[in-house]
Nanobody, 115 residues
Framework: QVQLVESGGGLVQPGGSLRLSCVAS????????MTWYRQAPGKQREPVAT???????IYLDSVKGRFTISRDNAKNTVYLQMNSLKPEDTAVYYC?????????WGQGTPVTVST
């Protein structure tokens, strides 16, 4: 059974930083492309950053230069380093594989950017 467990969210002031982690179990993690998604209140879930098995990365335009996705296959973990956070980054963040056949979604980790 696939399990995705996100952590690292919290309350941070504008301009601050957070590092999110997502640990995957039940899959051969190293072969999968992984994506960080976010869902803000009242909005649809959107992909934020993607990393392929080979380390190629893709970012949502609004986070380019501020967010960095990385992975540690030995730890079955994908990370999202978020710098220069803005109030509009407030959302629940999830990880999953991209496409129309995602794994079961984890509980997500909430990020609130506010003074």
């Amino acid at each position: 059974q696939v399990q995705l467990v996100e952590s690292g969210g919290g309350l941070v002031q504008p301009g601050g930083s957070l590092r999110l982690s997502c640990v995957a179990s039940g899959i051969s993690f190293n072969i999968y492309t992984m994506t960080w998604y976010r869902q803000a209140p009242g909005k649809q879930r959107e992909p934020v950053a993607t990393i392929t098995s080979g380390g190629y990365t893709i970012y949502l335009d609004s986070v380019k230069g501020r967010f960095t996705i990385s992975r540690d296959n030995a730890k079955n973990t994908v990370y999202l380093q978020m710098n220069s956070l803005k109030p509009e980054d407030t959302a629940v963040y999830y990880c999953n594989r991209p496409g129309s056949d995602p794994f079961d979604w984890g509980q997500g980790t909430p990020v609130t950017v506010s003074t």
